[in-house]
DNA sequence: GTCAATTAATGACTGATCGTCAATAATTGA
DNA sequence: TCAATTATTGACGATCAGTCATTAATTGAC
C-alpha cells in the first residue's frame, strides 16, 4: 500500500522527464526532430515504457501544449483580478498575454503544431477536451473583462456586436502576431522593427475604435501593461 | 528543335499534375498525407521521375504556396486602384483578401504547415526567395495605401508609429483569424458565430482607433467591400 | 522464505515512407 | 544505323512510429 504511493510518484516524475526531453528536442529542431527512440535513450528506458505513458507522439505534443495552456488560465485569472476599470484590467489581460509568451517560449512551436498537423485526430478525447476547455476558459476572463466595460457603461458595442466578437478581435491579433514574429525572419526588413510594441500599440488602437473609455490618449495602459508584467516576474522568483 | 519547346510544355503539364495531385492529397489528409509513392502511382510515372521535378516533398509543398501567393499579390495589387479615398482602398484590401481565401481555400493549411513544421530549412533557397518576396510585395502595397492616406492629411499617425506597425496590426488580425477559424471546431460554442464578419468589423475598430477618415460610421466599409468582392467572383467567370 | 500471480520493462520486429542510384529504355542527331 | 545523350524505372537503404511476445521484477498469500 505505500509502496503504491511511491510507484505512483515515480511514474509521474518519469512522465516529467518525458515532456522535459520531449520539449527540448521539440524547441531544437521541430516537429520532425521528435523522435521516440531518442527519447526513450536519453531516458535510459526501453521504447515500450515510453508508450506505456503516452499513446502515441501527438499525445506528447499535446500533453506539452496542455500544460503550458493551464498556465496561461492561470495567468490570465490573475491578471483579470487586476485592480482599476475594466479597460485597465483588460490591459492587464495583455501584459499576461505577453509574459506568457516570455516565460513560455515554446509554447507557440507547439500550439501552431497542434493547430496544423494532422496532429489533433490522433490525440485523444480526454486531452483535446482539456485544451478546448482551456481554451474556452482564456475566452471566458475575457468577455467578462468586456462584460464588466458595458455594465459600467465606459464600453458600448453596437448592437450587432457580441462581446465575443471584440474578444475574437484580441485573440487573432495576438495569436497572429506572435505567429508571425517566430516564423518570419524578414519581420526588420519590412521595416516592423518591435512587433510586440506594435501589437500592444494596434491592440490599444482597437478598444479606442470601440469606444472604450478611457481613451489610450487619456491613460497610458502600456504603463498598466509594464507594471502587471512587474508582478508576474516578481513572483516568478 | 521544335520536339525541344514540346518536351518542355510536357514538363510544366506533368509538374501542375503533379502539384494538382499534391494539392488534393494536402487537402484531404494534412501534411503526413502527402505522399510522394502515392503521387507517383497516381500520376502512372516512377516515384525518380517525380522527384526529377522536385528535390523533396516539402518543395511540393511550398511551390503550392507560392503559387497561391502570387495569386494573392495580383489581387491585392488590383484591389489597390480601387477608385476611392484611401481609407475605402484599404477596405478594397480586405475584400482582396476574403476573396482570396475563398478562392484558395487550401492556402491556409498549405502557409500553416510551411510556417510550422520544419519544413523552410528543407526547401531550396530559391523557393524561399519566392516568398518572400510575395510577402514583402504584399506588405509595399498595403503600406503604400496607408502613406497615401497620411499624404491625403485623412490619416495621422502617432510619432512613433511607422505606416509597417498599422500593416502589422491588420496581417496579423487577419492570419490569426483564418487560422483560428479553419482550426478551432469550438468557435461557435464560443459564442463566436460569424468570425469572417467579427474579423471584418474588428479592422474597421482598429482603423477608426486610428482616427483613419472617413470613419466607419460615417462610410459604410462593408459595402464597399461587398462591391469589391462581386468584382472579383465577376471577372473570375 | 517460497512461489504463483501479477505487473513492469524490453527490444526485435513490422510496416510505412522518404530519398537515392545503378540499371534500363527512349530519344537524338551525326 | 548506331553511339551518345537523356529520361525513366523501381529495388534498395535508411529512418522512424508503434506493437507484442518474451523476460524481469514485484507482490502478497501461505
Given at each position: 500500500m505505500v509502496t503504491q504511493a511511491r510507484k505512483e510518484r515515480e511514474r509521474l516524475e518519469r512522465e516529467d522527464q518525458i515532456l522535459a526531453h520531449a520539449l527540448e528536442m521539440l524547441q531544437q529542431s521541430g516537429y520532425l526532430g521528435l523522435n521516440m527512440d531518442r527519447i526513450a535513450a536519453r531516458m535510459e528506458y526501453s521504447k515500450g515504457t515510453i508508450y506505456q505513458h503516452f499513446r502515441n507522439k501527438e499525445e506528447i505534443i499535446l500533453a506539452l501544449a496542455n500544460r503550458a495552456l493551464e498556465k496561461r488560465v492561470d495567468m490570465f485569472r490573475r491578471a483579470a483580478?487586476?485592480?482599476?476599470?475594466p479597460r485597465e484590467r483588460m490591459a492587464a489581460i495583455g501584459a499576461a498575454a505577453e509574459s506568457f509568451v516570455e516565460k513560455y517560449p515554446h509554447h507557440f512551436t507547439v500550439e501552431q503544431i497542434v493547430r496544423c498537423a494532422s496532429i489533433w485526430e490522433k490525440t485523444s478525447e480526454e486531452r483535446r477536451r482539456i485544451m478546448e476547455t482551456c481554451e474556452s476558459q482564456c475566452l471566458q476572463i475575457v468577455s467578462g473583462i468586456v462584460r464588466d466595460g458595458l455594465s459600467s457603461g465606459e464600453l458600448q458595442l453596437p448592437?450587432?456586436?457580441?462581446p465575443e466578437d471584440l474578444v475574437f478581435g484580441l485573440w487573432s491579433m495576438s495569436w497572429g502576431a506572435y505567429t508571425i514574429l517566430t516564423t518570419s525572419e524578414t519581420l526588420s526588413e519590412n521595416g516592423i522593427t518591435d512587433p510586440v510594441l506594435a501589437l500592444r500599440h494596434n491592440m490599444h488602437e482597437m478598444l479606442d475604435g470601440y469606444g472604450w473609455e478611457p481613451l489610450s490618449e487619456v491613460l497610458d495602459y502600456n504603463s498598466v501593461m509594464d507594471q502587471v508584467k512587474a508582478g508576474f516576474e516578481r513572483e516568478q522568483s
Open positions: 483580478t487586476w485592480s482599476g476599470r448592437e450587432d456586436r457580441s
